[in-house]
Structure formats: C-alpha cells, structure tokens
C-alpha cells in the first residue's frame, strides 16, 4: 500500500508540474510579437511618436502585444518599407505614399499645391479624405492612421526672390512634386529625404521643398542658408502607419479594439507634434544665422498661377484609371476653406 500511495503521489506531482509548465507554454503562446518599421531616424519627433504608439500598445493590452521598433533603414529602406508591410517583411510600417509612384494615384491629389497653412489641419483633413472616399488602392494593407506635415517651404543653397530664380536650380523631390517643380522651372532630382542632407552638402541638390521642421529634424539647416515661404504653392505630404493584412486579421477583437483608440489618440498627437517641430525648426535655422524669405502676395500668387496646371493634369490623368480626381480636389480644398471661414 505504501509503494502505491508513494507512486500515486508522484504520478499527481509530476501531474501538476505537467499542467503548470502547459500553462507556462500557453501563456508565452498567447503574447503577439510584432515588428514596426520607420522611415524617420531615431531623433525625430515622429520616430519618437511611433516608439510611443508600440510602448503605448504593449501598456493597454497589459504586455499581450510585445512591438519591436526599426527607426529608417535598420530593416527596410524608406521606398521598400509599403512592399515590405505586404510581404510580412515588417508587420507594421510608416513612411510615404509618394516614395511608390504610381501606386496610390488617388493619395496624389493630396500631395498637390493646395496651400496648406498647419499640420494640423493637413493632418486631419488627410484621414477625412482617406475616410470618406474608401480608397481601394490603400486596402492592401490595413491603414492604421495617416498624418501629415506643416506647409513645405523652399529651402535653398541660393537667394530665390522671385520666380526667374528658379530656372536650373536642382530640387530635391519625391514623386508627387517633381511635376512642381517642373512648372517652376527647376530640375527634378528624385530622392527619400534621408538622402537630403548629403546631397546638398555634396551639391548633388541646390535645394529642397520640405516643412520647416526638416530644417532640425533632419538637420538640414546645416547645409542651406535660405528658406523661402511661398503660401501659393504650400503643399503637404500623405504619410500613413500600414500594418500587413493576414497579421491585422488574425489579432483578437479586443486587441484590435486598444489598437483603434490608440490610433485615433495619435492622430491628434501627430499633427500637433508636426506643429511644434515646425516651430523648432524654424528657431533652430535662424540660430545657424540662416535667412527666411518671405515672398509677398503678388510674387506668391504668381508661383502659385505657375503650378495650377498641375491640378488640372492630374484630374485628366486619374479620370483615365477611372478615377474621380475631381472630387478629390474638391473634397481637400472644401475642407481647407471650412478651417478658413
């Protein structure tokens, strides 16, 4: 009876470590590791806002979600980070839709001259256009919130006053605002704004078109001397957070949930941080004694007057994919004016 009772004993406590480790094995299980990938370098406040939105997402789902953050080029390179999200290279990925031309001929209206005057309200008016037309080109992905910069600015090797300044100056661009260019006079020379600096410090570029904030965020006051604000042609670029589809939909529900509330809370924290960024930015500039130029109405509208055939092209072109372009530069500028009244 002893040797029974001896065995049975055992048989239970190898039993209940049995179940324990089980649970161990099933808990670990149960954590969801993720990657995300930036193309912003580590010091700028948008590399810092998504660190905070992977921290942020681990603290509300109590440690189930575990988020491994890539600031630009550790895993993907700016222009593979859209293909990299769809082909599970990265889970999650931020960058710009306008580093894949072609792909996203709708998000192009957005990038157009409209005159955007804060990031804040290109931001908003972002996810209300990516909100209310449904865009079949985004859905490859799962979009988990877009955001946008404060009105991009001229930033030059050279004094640009007028227009006729503009004629062979090499301008760093990026798909969307190469045809900006073009209608300026200027020569378009494609790159992703982590190349930036190095190009203008080598000459490769005399200028760029890029929000004031660049000019510390990516430390390109170190190698301009002028930044000229041009209200007439003030666009903004479309930046989105894309997570893979297969991996969004295999989250649980609750899970999904967190993630959307946090994605509405960062949208509101994104565009205001552009904001303060562009104020820093413009602070950081002058202290490098760099000079801003301000063109008035009568120069401004006239660079303005000189890229509004870009609008109508671009309408033209999409109408060929059967695409509405018109309604979205009527949605975009309707939207502008509603902050304007």
């Known amino acids: 009876m ?11 406590i190898f039993s209940i470590c049995l179940f324990c480790g089980s649970s161990s094995c099933t808990k670990t299980a149960e954590i969801i590791e993720l990657s995300y990938t930036n193309h912003f370098p580590p010091t700028h406040i948008q ?6 939105w992977c921290e942020e997402v681990e603290k509300r789902t109590d440690g189930r979600v575990k988020i ?3 600031p630009v080029q550790t895993l993907l390179e700016p222009d593979k980070i859209y293909y990299g999200i769809l082909n599970g290279i990265t889970d999650i990925g931020q960058c710009v839709f306008g580093y894949n031309r072609g792909v996203f ?5 957005f990038s ?22 449904k ?23 050279k004094k640009i006053e007028k ?21 300026l006079g200027g020569i378009p020379v494609s790159m992703s704004m982590a190349e930036v600096y190095e190009a203008l410090s080598k000459g490769v570029v005399d200028a760029t078109f890029s929000p004031i904030e660049a000019l510390k965020g990516w430390k390109q006051a170190e190698v301009v001397d002028y930044s000229i604000e041009i209200e007439g042609v003030a666009y903004s670029t479309a930046m989105y957070i894309m997570m893979n589809r297969h991996k969004w939909n295999s989250l649980p529900q609750d899970i999904k949930e967190t ?12 565009g205001e941080a552009w904001k303060s960024s562009d104020e820093e930015g413009r602070e950081y500039t002058i202290a490098q004694n760099n000079k801003i130029i301000k063109l008035d109405k009568e120069e401004s509208d006239r660079w303005a007057k000189a890229v509004y055939p870009i609008i109508a092209d671009y309408v033209a072109n999409v109408k060929k994919k059967g695409l509405p372009g018109q309604d979205y530069v009527d949605f975009i500028q309707a939207s502008l004016k509603k902050d304007n009244k």
């Not at 040797?3 to 049975?8: A, D, N, S, V, Y």
């Not at 590399?47 to 905070?52: F, H, P, R, T, V």
């Not at 001929?105 to 209206?109: F, H, L």
């Open 163 to 183: 227009l006729e300044d503009m004629r062979g100056v090499k301008v760093r661009s990026y798909g969307f605002n190469a045809a900006m260019v073009k209608a």
């Open 2 to 12: 002893g040797i029974k009772r001896g065995c049975l004993q055992l048989f239970l």
């Open 135 to 157: 865009l079949k080109e985004t859905s490859r992905g799962k979009i988990l919130y877009l955001h946008a910069h404060g009105p991009a600015m001229l930033h030059s090797k």
């Open 105 to 109: 001929p709708a998000m192009e209206a």
């Open 47 to 52: 590399s810092k806002l998504g660190e905070a």
């Open 68 to 70: 491994t953050y890539y």
């Open 259 to 270: 993630i959307e509330e946090i994605n509405q809370e960062w949208i509101t924290k994104t």
């Open 112 to 133: 157009l001259p409209h005159g955007f005057a804060s990031a804040p309200e290109a931001t908003r008016v972002l996810n209300e256009f990516h909100k209310n037309f």
